[in-house]
């Protein structure tokens, strides 16, 4: 019986304490940093977003338009050396699922090689075929075809 009490007694202390540290009476503050006007650090780059390139009917070369595009961007990744980029091979839904897979990574390929040329390192560039698999507009017409027989861009390390 003794033991029950002091069981009793300790089970009511140790949730006292509970609810008790539960409680949020304390008053938090908040600190509050204020740039200085004396040390000026160089803004962050802001995020780039580069636009697919597309392609013609079973063709991987870049025309005009996507070299420009390229351009652009390896214009930003080399002057951010943290950024590394997954090309991304798309096909339209013509051709066989291999034959389209072999061909998004000849797009994809193109892309990172001409990336290259243009002085990125080819360390911060990956690839990788969908073939069909990710299509970016639903259809079976040339309107649909052409907007997924493209190359896109997986960012990391902005």
């Known amino acids: 019986m003794l033991f029950r009490r002091v069981l009793t007694a300790v089970l009511a202390a140790t949730t006292a304490l509970v609810i008790a540290s539960c409680t949020d009476d304390e008053k938090k503050t908040e600190e509050v940093v204020k740039p200085s006007s004396e040390v000026s650090e160089p803004a962050a780059p802001a ?22 595009k390229l351009s652009s961007f390896a214009e930003y990744l080399k002057t951010n050396k943290s950024a590394a980029v997954q090309v991304e091979g798309h096909c339209d839904e013509r051709g066989s699922i291999e ?7 000849r797009r994809a390929q193109a892309v990172k090689s001409y990336l290259a040329k243009l002085g990125v390192e080819s360390a911060r560039l990956s690839t990788i075929s969908y073939g069909e698999e990710k299509p ?20 990391s390390g902005q």
């Open 47 to 68: 995020a780039f977003s580069a636009e697919a390139v597309y392609f013609a009917f079973d063709d991987y070369t870049l025309n005009s338009e996507a070299q420009g």
């Open 99 to 105: 034959y389209n897979l072999a061909l998004g990574e």
């Open 136 to 155: 970016k507009a639903d259809g079976h017409d040339e309107s649909a075809w052409g907007q997924n027989r493209r190359a896109e861009f997986v960012m």
